[in-house]
């Protein structure tokens, strides 16, 4: 007798196992990936993009060079394949994008250009400019024009709400997108010489 109360319970145990299996597996799993991929996707997008996830980054100087690609590689913009130039003479970093930028969609380059600019001079506090250099045009962003964009320095942004608030939320109008573009970032055609 109590052979076959131990085997139903060990058989009872086992079926109670395999649907603690299955519902991890079926279910739970399933929805982390999901959720997951959603936010890896969120982190292509200004509009979406997480805070918290470059504040890692931040540092007195752009001469830290995993430092700073790494930013670059979790700011919008990374799922296009980049490379780096750096010239820490001139503090200036060279963004070099195996893509052209009419492929990407104007309006779309230019706000991930105000939000990536933003989010690299507010981390890194002797970056002057960046040269954003797609296969059919390229751009300039300096720290001066950038700082113009907001009333308070650009560390002081680098807090969720005001982040969302003063950074994220404007971009989401492209008419507001194109004024910033225009004020201060200098698109250059392909061959053009961008140094002043």
Same mark, same amino acid.
């Given at each position: 007798?109590?052979?076959?109360?131990?085997?139903?319970?060990?058989?009872?145990?086992?079926?109670?196992?395999?649907?603690?299996?299955?519902?991890?597996? +079926?279910?739970?799993?399933?929805?982390? %990936?999901?959720?997951?991929?959603?936010?890896?996707?969120?982190?292509?997008?200004?509009?979406?993009?997480?805070?918290?996830?470059?504040?890692?980054?931040?540092?007195?100087?752009?001469?830290?060079?995993?430092?700073?690609?790494?930013?670059?590689?979790?700011?919008?913009?990374?799922?296009?394949?980049?490379?780096?130039?750096?010239? =820490?003479?001139?503090?200036?970093?060279?963004?070099?994008?195996? *893509?052209?930028?009419?492929?990407?969609?104007?309006?779309?380059?230019?706000?991930?250009?105000?939000?990536?600019?933003?989010?690299?001079?507010?981390?890194?506090?002797?970056?002057?400019?960046? *040269?954003?250099?797609?296969?059919?045009? =390229?751009?300039?962003?300096?720290?001066?024009?950038?700082?113009?964009?907001? *009333?308070?320095?650009?560390?002081?942004?680098?807090?969720?709400?005001? /982040?969302? %608030?003063?950074?994220?939320?404007?971009?989401? =109008?492209?008419?507001?997108? /194109?004024?910033?573009?225009? %004020? +201060?970032?200098?698109?250059?055609?392909?061959? %053009?010489?961008?140094?002043?």
């Amino acid at each position: 007798m109590k052979i076959k109360t131990r085997n139903r319970l060990i058989i009872g145990l086992f079926v109670v196992g395999l649907a603690f299996y299955g519902a991890i597996e +079926g279910l739970i799993l399933p929805q982390r %990936e999901a959720a997951q991929e959603q936010y890896r996707l969120e982190q292509r997008d200004p509009l979406t993009h997480d805070l918290d996830s470059i504040l890692k980054f931040k540092s007195a100087y752009m001469g830290d060079a995993t430092n700073l690609i790494n930013l670059f590689c979790t700011l919008p913009l990374n799922h296009i394949a980049m490379s780096f130039q750096m010239d =820490s003479e001139r503090f200036l970093v060279e963004v070099h994008y195996q *893509d052209n930028a009419a492929n990407i969609g104007d309006t779309q380059v230019r706000r991930a250009m105000l939000y990536d600019a933003t989010a690299a001079f507010a981390l890194i506090d002797n970056l002057q400019r960046i *040269d954003f250099v797609f296969l059919d045009e =390229s751009f300039t962003v300096t720290r001066d024009a950038v700082c113009g964009f907001y *009333d308070e320095p650009l560390p002081k942004l680098l807090k969720k709400n005001i /982040w969302k %608030e003063k950074v994220q939320a404007p971009l989401a =109008s492209d008419d507001y997108v /194109w004024d910033r573009t225009r %004020e +201060g970032i200098r698109a250059q055609e392909k061959g %053009e010489n961008a140094d002043e």
